[in-house]
C-alpha cells in the first residue's frame, strides 16, 4: 500500500496548497499523479507541470450543466487511476453522483474548526462570533458542503491583534503542514473509514479528529 498510493489533486486557483502537497511527496508515502483544474488559466496547472506531473484542464463553461460537467470530469480522474482525490482550492461544488463516486476516497481542506464556520469568509466569522481559536480541518468530501468526517484539525489561539488577514495567513501555514500529513497517514493505512467514523491507528477518533497546535507545527518544521 505505501510508496504507489496515488493522488489526483482538484484545483481552480494557484495551487499554493498543491505546492505543499507536492514538496512533501519524497518525505511522504504518496505520489501525486495528476491535477485536473476547472480554470484553464489557473496557476496551479504550471507547477504541476513544473514538477513533471500530469494535468488536465477542462472549462465548466463549456458544459451546459453541473451534472454533465461532473460526469466528464470523473472520465478524466479515473484515467490516473486515483486512490485518493483531493480538492486543493478547487472552487465548484460537486454533484451528488460525483461524490458518490469517490465516496471514502474523497478529501478537502477547509479553514474552520468544523463543524464551526462553514461557508466562505471564515476568518471574519470566527473573529465576529469572538472565538477564542481558529484553525483547519481536513474532511471527507460528503453531497452536503463542509460537513464530512473531520480527518484532522490544526488549531491556534486567536489574539487581541488579529485580523481576518493574519488569520489567514497563520492557518495558510497550518494547512501546508497539516494537509501532506494527512494524505500520508490515509496513503499509509494509519487512518480509516467506516460508516463514518474516523480511526487512527485502529483507535476511534472524536468528531473534529486528530488534533495538533500551531505551536506543535512550528517546532516540527
Ligand atoms: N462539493 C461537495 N459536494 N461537498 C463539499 O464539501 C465541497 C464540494 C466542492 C468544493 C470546497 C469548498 C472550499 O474549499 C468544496 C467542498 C466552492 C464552493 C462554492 O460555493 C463552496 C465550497 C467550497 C468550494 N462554489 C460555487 C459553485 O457554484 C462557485 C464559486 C466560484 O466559482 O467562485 O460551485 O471552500
Redesign the pocket.
Known sequence: MTDNYRVVVLL?GSGTTLQAILDRQEQYCYQVVGVLSNRPDAHGLERASKAGVDTCSLDHKRFSS?ESFDLELVKRIDEFKPDLVV?A????????A??KHYQGKLI????SLLPRHK??NTYQSALDAGDKEHGTSV?Y????????SVVMQATLDITDVDTAKTLEQRVKVMEHHLYPKAIDWIASGRITIQNDAISLDKKPLGPQGYRISEKSIATAN
Open positions: 481552480s453541473r480538492l482550492g478547487y472552487m465548484r461544488i460537486l454533484s451528488r460525483f461524490v478537502n481542506i477547509h479553514p461557508g466562505l474532511h468530501v460528503t453531497e452536503e458542503l463542509d460537513s464530512g
